[in-house]
């Protein structure tokens, strides 16, 4: 029924087309100029393959968000690693292990650093102080830095030795990979667990969707005016509508085909897969650009499938600067030309039917049909005013071409903005939705830029892991001034320590293990605050306020309970700009508590340790495992 329905899109289109660009005579007429005719036949082709695609992936789509097919399963009858490759990450890595460990108390979290020059390893190093499930992976020279494929390999390597060699364990344990600013949703691991994901056997890898965490921010680019600031909010919206909306429909489509694709951020994988990759490629990670990518391929080559979860996410910081963006989709649009010479392998293996081939192909491709597309209408539209002089304007011609300009080119890229507007729960009005689809095709032209470049870059031979840029990068944090009146108070009060203790029946370890968590949680619970601020977006700010004054209180954290009383009242007022000003001065007295429970629970553990036996779990610098030289 599925390939009837495309022969009978695709013939409709094509006939379409050929009547418009060729027969009307309002482009060109066939027979007067060879070019012209190669170019109508090449654009009828290219609109044909266009359209009908696009019809595929707005009605499976669509189908999938009336009924989810997502279902819940058992996270504990699987072991969890979450791998988080860094290099110089230290301002978003504490809130990404603080999310994972938060939401996912069963989950070890494996922090790659490769060889950061920055605190990445010590903010990591801090954390582990609190947790026992923190682990870091110290990658040094001359191993370190030889790309994001290298990384995964060595981590990969140093879970599989933990978890050892049985071979039901291995089975049940599933590798993460997370971005080192991804936050995942909180019913990652219980959708992940169900019949549709690890819940089948066959199953050897799942992408989760991926959002924008920073899409609500009103000022993405602080240090900078109105303008870029606008720019910056439409750039950043324009991100969480392509991979909510068309990468999203793409991955829905893949799974009727068989070749769901994976992405760098929240990708799942079976260890016994990596395992099987391990020893026929001798590493399951490949040293292309899209490592992700490649690493799914590899997998269906295997004859396993891939599954894809749009009901939970991963977030990701979305980025508000047009040089930056064109860089990261650069090496992106790199890596999937690296990714093609996979294909007649995947071709030899026999495991895709016809139509998975064939989606693979034409992804391959996408690039090339939408730039026809997007050069040979105006081409072929500047023909036709050439060849009608002034009466063209005044002709049937220009509502012929209208119509095709709005029916080839315009369409198929703004319908997307109203099925944004649908997945994102309406944060987007209508008339909002409508001029972000517009942008859309704008959007869409920043292909020329990055595969260009990338084309370049593969010719010269340049296939060096270009890091993308955080936003916090490069930003200084002004010295915060306290009032006399939160100086005067204390940090912490050991005392409130004493009485947890008391309240858990005496159990010193329990007390610990309290405010550890509450350090934890810590980096999770700013980032919160942070982002319902920036947004201007009272209800959240309000939560995520109360939630560290109440929290405060109970660990002892008398100046940030204060700091936090005084942020809530400006909420209260509906004091933004207050409200905006306060926000440093919590975090930087959270961050100075947090340092300060840092060495009280270190000299406790410490003195606990002289008087019992250290068991085997206690958090060491062993967890900090260096990658052995070769």
Not at 395 to 414: E, G, N
């Amino acid at each position: 029924m599925r390939s009837a329905l495309i022969i009978v899109l695709a013939s409709a289109y094509g006939l379409l087309a050929v009547f418009v660009f060729g027969m009307s005579g309002a482009f060109t007429r066939f027979g007067t100029m060879l070019w012209k005719d190669v170019a109508v036949l090449l654009l009828t082709v290219v609109a044909a393959c266009a359209l009908t695609y696009v019809s595929l992936l707005l009605m499976t789509f669509l189908r999938e968000i009336r009924a989810p097919r997502s279902t819940a399963g058992d996270p504990d009858a699987l072991s969890w690693h979450l791998l988080v490759p860094c290099r110089d990450e230290e301002n978003v890595i504490a809130e990404t292990v603080s999310a994972a460990r938060t939401s996912f108390p069963g989950a070890h979290v494996w922090v790659i650093d490769d060889a950061s020059e920055d605190r990445t390893a010590a903010v990591v190093r801090d954390l582990m102080v609190f947790d026992q499930k923190v682990h870091l992976v110290s990658r040094v020279a001359p191993e370190a830095r030889t790309g994001k494929g290298d990384a995964l390999n060595a981590a990969y390597r140093i879970v599989s030795e933990h978890v050892g060699d049985s071979p039901a364990d291995r089975h049940r344990t599933i590798v993460g990979v997370l971005d080192a600013d991804g936050f995942l949703s909180d019913n990652t691991l219980t959708l992940l667990a169900g019949p549709e994901s690890f819940g089948d056997d066959e199953i050897g890898a799942v992408q989760l969707e991926v959002w924008m965490k920073n899409r609500g921010d009103r000022r993405p680019r602080p240090e900078d005016g109105r303008l870029a600031n606008l720019v910056g909010r439409v750039l950043v919206r324009m991100q969480d509508l392509e991979f909510r909306t068309t990468n999203s429909a793409m991955q829905v489509l893949r799974v009727r085909t068989g070749t769901v694709g994976m992405g760098g951020n929240g990708q799942f994988t079976r260890l016994t897969i990596l395992d099987t990759l391990a020893e026929e490629h001798g590493r399951p990670w490949g040293k292309k650009l899209c490592e992700d990518y490649e690493l799914g391929l590899n997998i269906l080559t295997m004859g396993m499938r891939n599954h894809y979860v749009r009901d939970a996410h991963v977030s990701q910081e979305a980025l508000p600067y047009t040089r930056r963006l064109i860089r990261q989709r650069t090496r992106w649009a790199q890596g999937n030309m690296e990714c093609a010479s996979a294909l007649p392998v995947l071709r030899r293996s026999r495991k895709l039917s016809a139509a998975g081939l064939l989606e693979i192909h034409y992804f391959m491709l996408q690039p090339l049909v939408m730039m026809l597309n997007l050069v040979l209408v105006p081409l072929l539209l500047a023909v036709g005013v050439a060849q009608g002089g002034a009466g063209f304007w005044r002709s049937t011609d220009l509502v012929l071409v209208l119509c095709a300009a709005v029916f080839f080119l315009i369409l198929p890229y703004a319908v997307w903005g109203l099925v944004y507007r649908r997945v994102s729960g309406g944060e987007v009005s209508v008339a909002g939705a409508l001029g972000l689809g517009l942008l859309n095709l704008v959007y869409v032209y920043l292909t020329y830029v990055y595969y260009a470049q990338a084309a370049w870059r593969a010719v010269t031979g340049r296939t060096g892991w270009a890091k993308t840029q955080r936003n916090a990068d490069g930003r200084v944090l002004a010295p915060v001034e306290l009032s006399p009146e939160l100086q005067a108070l204390a940090l912490i009060l050991p005392s409130r320590i004493e009485d947890l203790v008391e309240e858990l029946e005496g159990r010193s370890d329990l007390g610990m293990d309290f405010v550890s968590g509450w350090a934890i949680m810590w980096p999770t619970r700013q980032s919160r605050l942070e982002r319902a601020v920036a947004a201007e977006v009272l209800a959240p700010a309000r939560d995520a306020i109360g939630s560290i004054k109440v929290s405060s209180s109970m660990v002892g954290a008398e100046r940030l309970e204060r700091a936090a009383a005084q942020l809530e009242a400006a909420l209260v007022d509906r004091d933004m700009e207050a409200a905006r000003a306060l926000v440093p001065v919590v975090t930087a007295i959270g961050r100075d508590s947090v340092d300060v429970f840092r060495q009280e629970i270190s000299l406790r553990r410490a003195l606990q340790s002289t008087a019992h036996t250290v068991e085997p779990e206690t958090v060491t610098e062993t967890q900090m495992v260096p990658v052995r030289r070769r």
